[in-house]
Structure formats: structure tokens, C-alpha cells
């Protein structure tokens, strides 16, 4: 005889890196509902983006996560620029690429580490944060943070990148390289991994688009979506192309990150030998007045930002859409129907990032 | 995985990767975003920096002259440092630690 | 800035939001605004990176209909804007309650525009401490 069961998983567990909860009712074995719960992290950021000013909000945009926090500021203060007109210098558009695409790499090594921790592969683990290290020392070296970097102004970047460092980057991220193709064999090739990952949460590509996912995760189900395509900063002049998978599995999930990787690493060199000389920022004068949803694709997929301004020096009206909350309703589909023992591995292959979703 | 067999005797063999921290310490980048410092004899007490500050870390008062920073709410953005006419707010490498 | 914006009445909500899906497009998100007397409500859509936006004024008091039976990703933006914006959303597919975001003892609908004069804090319910505690 059959009885269901609620498990609750989370909010502390040993494979979420943040606190969200999923109540998974189990018919023995096999999960047939599941349903989140979030709110342990809320921090009601975007009431404090309205009593702050708009310059100030850089800073506290940034610091919406702790692992693309560059994105954040780059959105917001495009988000800006929009409705003040302003349009921003060349080589502040390739330096903003060269930025973001390193952030995009340190982000899909740390979740390819922490997936590899979840389904019990220790040693990848460390290799990849090990060389995650080197990009962060990169970064540390080029804008004076390890994750929270603050070179993103508006009108501009704040920080230039000369051309011993130049060297120096494209140096350092061979070395990367070079190394990940000594591990990421073991992740993508190897037998137990591909046991682990395979048919594994699966989702279909017509539910991906109906449950609104984005970013690797509706890229792994065929879904040809990257915000990139639509030539922000300086990605027009960059031929980028995008990662596409079928298959919509973890195993899909995971080799999206890993190709991306590469592009992303392709991308920072093509910006650095393709960057024009010129000012860094221009002067921004003057308060926002109208409406925008600004758009960029962060590591995890789209990122929204709604930003309505009122002539004042305070923002009417701020909100976040991050990417992890429009995988959420896609999360639940994929793990009805499951293992109880395949929830770790599902979870981690949307790359919660929890406390962005919950501002 | 021949690779990732290769690479564990390897590492058996050579030194670790890891730094013994306390005892070895990693010089700071330079100009990294470590913590704000004040040449005090060069400022005029605007405030300029205190209405600026987005975490409301800086207390700066006219009368008495006073310039206080709390590093415990600090984020460490560079804002004051921009914004101070006489630039006499600084950025230095290396973390804040408390005084013990 | 936005373009594209379509002003909608209440009534005709469900059926331009059914014409959006069979049109193909991909809920992105919703967006509330507190105008003081009304809510202003915006819903945005996509496709082919183009996107398309919906602008409802809901009057305080009035209940949101939810579109969580046309497209299900809405309903976690739905109980979040039940939670912060005390707006009662009817016909939720899946219903927390304005438990989603807020815990019990939470401030009640806190993104609303406070009344001029009174800052957030009046709202928030802080218990007395206990007798002694100040003592000691």
C-alpha cells in the first residue's frame, strides 16, 4: 500500500549553499508534488533602492548577490542611461563585456563545483574552485575586488584595464584553460557522472517556454534564448554565439555551462584585442524621469530590472526579477515525478542563487 | 579520468596549494579595495562624504572637529573617497582588522 | 523605456492575456507600483526578445484576478505581490496565504508608500520588552 508522505528538504542542506525550502510530497520513493517556500533571506532591498539616491543605488544594486554582482550594477546603470539618454563611451562598453564575461566564468566554475560536490565528486570539486581561484585573483588584480567588483559607474566604468594587465588576463586565463582541459573529462566523460546526470530532470523544451525558464536552463532544452543576441554593451561587435542543447537533462544542463565557459573565454579575449582607445565615463547630469525594464543575461538567465523614476533624486518604483525566480515554477516541474535521492542533483542544476530571489 | 588520475599522484608529490594562513599571508593586490583611511590634518570638515556614504558609515561634525567611520558598517564602495574635495579620504589595500 | 504598453481594463484581463499566449509569448514578470489611491499593475511579456506589456490600475480594495491558469510561472509573482502589497489575488493556483515572502510578526504589506508623515517603522509591530529586561 502507497502513502504519501511531506518531506521537507531544506532549508539547511548539505548541497544548498543558501536557505530555501522544498516541501516534496513522496509517494514512497517518488516525489509527485513539490512546492517551495522562500522568505528565510528576505531583506526588503528594493524598499531601501527607493529611500536611497540613484547614485548610491550602484552600490546597493551590487550587492543584490554575491556572485554576479557586476551584472547587477551593469543592468541598473544601462537601466539608467536609458532613461537619461546618456550613451556611454566605447572602450567603457568592451571593458563592461570583459567584466561580465569573467564574472560569467568564476559563476559557472563555482555551480559546476558545487554540482560536482553534490553528487559526490570531491576532488572535481576542489579542482574547479582551484581554478576559479585564478580568475578571482584576476579579477582582484584588474578592479580591486574578488567578487564585488564597483568599476560599474553610471555613464562608464570607473576603472581602465592597461595593457600590461591586458597581457597579464589573457596569460592567466590560458593557464585556466589549460587546466580545465585536464578536469572537465572527468565531468563530462566519465562513467558514474554520466549515471548521475542522464535523464536526469528532465524538461521538455514547449514546458520550459510555457513555465517562463531562462538562461542555461531553457538553453539545455533547445529554447534558443540569450540576451546577448540583442547586442547590449558590446556584444554586437563580437559575433557571440550561443550554447544550445536538446536533451534538457542535468547532464544537458551541465555541458551548457561547460561550453559556455569557453565562449565566455573567447568573448574576454576578443574584447580585450578589439577594445578602442578613448574616456572611460562620461558625466551623468540630472535625475531619471520615466519607466524601463532593463535586461541583460547574467549567468543564470535574465535578469530584470523594473525602474521607474519621478524627476527627483530618489527612484519612484525599483524591482528585481532574477533569473533563479523565473526557474523556480520549471524546478517544480522537473522534480515531480522523481527520486527522492535525484533532488540534490536537480536542485543544483538550475544554480539557486536564493538570496538575488529574494532581494 | 586518466588525467585526473595523473594529476592526484602529482599532487601527492608536490607542496600544497593551500597557504598555512596565519602563519604566511598574501601581500594584498595593488589597488585593491581594502579600507578607507582619513589624512586628518588636510580636512575641512565639509560633510560631503557623510551625505554621500550609501551605508551611513561616516559621522563628520563642524563643531567640534570630528571625522569618525564605522568600520563595521563600511562596505568599502569608494564613494567618499570620489566625492571628497580635498581628497584627503583614502583607499588602502588590506583588510580592517579590530583592534584587539 | 517601455513601449509597447497596453492599457487594460480588469474585465478584459484573462481574455488579452489568453490572445498574448496563443500569440506565443513567454511570461517574464509582473511589476506592482503603489500609486497612494490604486495599484498600478504591469506585466510584461516576450518574444523574439521583443517585449510587450500589459498596464492594469487596480483601485484599493479590488481583487486581482490571476492569470496562474494561463501561465503557471505567474503564480509565485502573484503571492509575492499578495505579500508586499497586501492586494488580494483571487483564483491563485497555488495559494501561501501572504505566507510566501513574510513570516508571522512581519511588517503588513511592506513596499506600500507609507502616509506622508508616518515613517515605516509605525508599522512595524515591535513586542514590549519584558518586565526587568531594562533593569538589568
Redesign the interface.
Known amino acids: 500500500m502507497i502513502r504519501r508522505n511531506t518531506i521537507p528538504f531544506g532549508p539547511q542542506h548539505p548541497v544548498l549553499p543558501e536557505p530555501i525550502q522544498l516541501r516534496l510530497v513522496m509517494e514512497d520513493e517518488k516525489i509527485v508534488e513539490a512546492?517551495?517556500?522562500?522568505?528565510y533571506v528576505?531583506r526588503?532591498l528594493?524598499?531601501i533602492a527607493e529611500k536611497?539616491d540613484y547614485?548610491?543605488?550602484v552600490?546597493?544594486v551590487e550587492?543584490i548577490c554575491g556572485i554576479c554582482s557586476f551584472m547587477h550594477s551593469q543592468n541598473y546603470c544601462q537601466g539608467i542611461e536609458?532613461?537619461m539618454n546618456v550613451s556611454v563611451p566605447d572602450r567603457a562598453r568592451y571593458l563592461r563585456v570583459v567584466w561580465a564575461e569573467l564574472h560569467r566564468i568564476h559563476s559557472h566554475l563555482l555551480i559546476l563545483g558545487l554540482a560536482a560536490d553534490a553528487f559526490g565528486f570531491e576532488?572535481?570539486f576542489m579542482?574547479l574552485w582551484?581554478i576559479r581561484e585564478i580568475i578571482l585573483?584576476i579579477m582582484?588584480?584588474t578592479a580591486?575586488?574578488r567578487v564585488i567588483l564597483?568599476v560599474c559607474t553610471l555613464g562608464g566604468v570607473k576603472?581602465d584595464i592597461p595593457p600590461a594587465l591586458q597581457d597579464e588576463i589573457l596569460r592567466q586565463l590560458d593557464e585556466a584553460e589549460r587546466q580545465l582541459s585536464?578536469?572537465l573529462?572527468?565531468l563530462v566523460?566519465?562513467y558514474s557522472v554520466k549515471q548521475r546526470l542522464v535523464g536526469i530532470g528532465v524538461l521538455p523544451k514547449d514546458k520550459a517556454?510555457?513555465?517562463?525558464a531562462v538562461g542555461p536552463v531553457a538553453r539545455a532544452s533547445g529554447l534558443a534564448m540569450d540576451?546577448r543576441?540583442?547586442c547590449y554593451a558590446a556584444y554586437g561587435d563580437l559575433d557571440f554565439k550561443m550554447v544550445t542543447e536538446t536533451a534538457g537533462d542535468c547532464y544537458a544542463r551541465t555541458l551548457v555551462r561547460v561550453k559556455e565557459l569557453h565562449t565566455s573565454a573567447e568573448l574576454v579575449r576578443k574584447a580585450l584585442k578589439r577594445m578602442p582607445e578613448g574616456p572611460l565615463s562620461v558625466p551623468v547630469k540630472g535625475n531619471p524621469t520615466?519607466?524601463?525594464?532593463a535586461?541583460i543575461e547574467q549567468p543564470r538567465g535574465?535578469l530584470?530590472f523594473?525602474i521607474?523614476g519621478n524627476a527627483t533624486r530618489n527612484l519612484?518604483?525599483f524591482?528585481v526579477?532574477t533569473p533563479t525566480?523565473?526557474n523556480?515554477?520549471a524546478l517544480l516541474h522537473m522534480l515531480t515525478g522523481c527520486q527522492l535521492a535525484d533532488v540534490p542533483v536537480i536542485a543544483i542544476c538550475i544554480d539557486p542563487c536564493i538570496s538575488c530571489t529574494?532581494r | 579520468m586518466i588525467n585526473l588520475i595523473q594529476s592526484i599522484f602529482s599532487k601527492l608529490s608536490s607542496r600544497p596549494d593551500t597557504r598555512r594562513y596565519p602563519f604566511k599571508k598574501r601581500e594584498p593586490m595593488e589597488g585593491s579595495r581594502g579600507h578607507i583611511d582619513i589624512e586628518i590634518d588636510k580636512c575641512i570638515f565639509c560633510g560631503a562624504c557623510q551625505k554621500r556614504c550609501p551605508s551611513n558609515a561616516l559621522t563628520v561634525s563642524r563643531d567640534p572637529k570630528s571625522w569618525s567611520l564605522n568600520p563595521y558598517a563600511c562596505i568599502v564602495c569608494g564613494y567618499c573617497v570620489e566625492v571628497c574635495p580635498k581628497k584627503c579620504i583614502v583607499m588602502n589595500a588590506g583588510h580592517f582588522t579590530p583592534p584587539a | 523605456m517601455l513601449t509597447d504598453v497596453k492599457e487594460i481594463e480588469i474585465e478584459h484581463l484573462h481574455k488579452e492575456v489568453w490572445q498574448l499566449k496563443r500569440d506565443g509569448y513567454r511570461f517574464v514578470t509582473m511589476t506592482c507600483t503603489d500609486l497612494g489611491d490604486a495599484h498600478d499593475i504591469l506585466y510584461h511579456f516576450d518574444l523574439h526578445y521583443a517585449l510587450k506589456h500589459l498596464r492594469l490600475k487596480l483601485p484599493r480594495g479590488t481583487a486581482l484576478p490571476s492569470i496562474s491558469s494561463q501561465f503557471f510561472a505567474a503564480v509565485l509573482v502573484e503571492n509575492e505581490m499578495q505579500d508586499l502589497f497586501g492586494i488580494e489575488v483571487s483564483g491563485l493556483a497555488v495559494d501561501f496565504k501572504g505566507r510566501f515572502m513574510l513570516s508571522d510578526g512581519a511588517p503588513v504589506a511592506p513596499l506600500n508608500k507609507a502616509p506622508i508623515g508616518i515613517g515605516l517603522d509605525v508599522r512595524v509591530k515591535t513586542p514590549a520588552p519584558a518586565e526587568g529586561v531594562a533593569q538589568s
Request: glycine share 12%.
Open positions: 512546492l517551495p517556500a522562500v522568505g528576505h526588503g528594493e524598499k536611497k547614485i548610491q543605488d552600490y546597493l550587492r536609458s532613461l576532488n572535481l579542482r582551484q585573483d582582484e588584480k580591486g575586488g564597483g576603472r585536464d578536469v573529462p572527468a566523460n566519465d517556454y510555457e513555465l517562463g540576451l543576441e540583442t520615466g519607466e524601463v525594464l535586461r535574465e530584470n523594473y521607474k519612484e518604483r524591482r526579477r525566480f523565473a523556480l515554477p529574494e
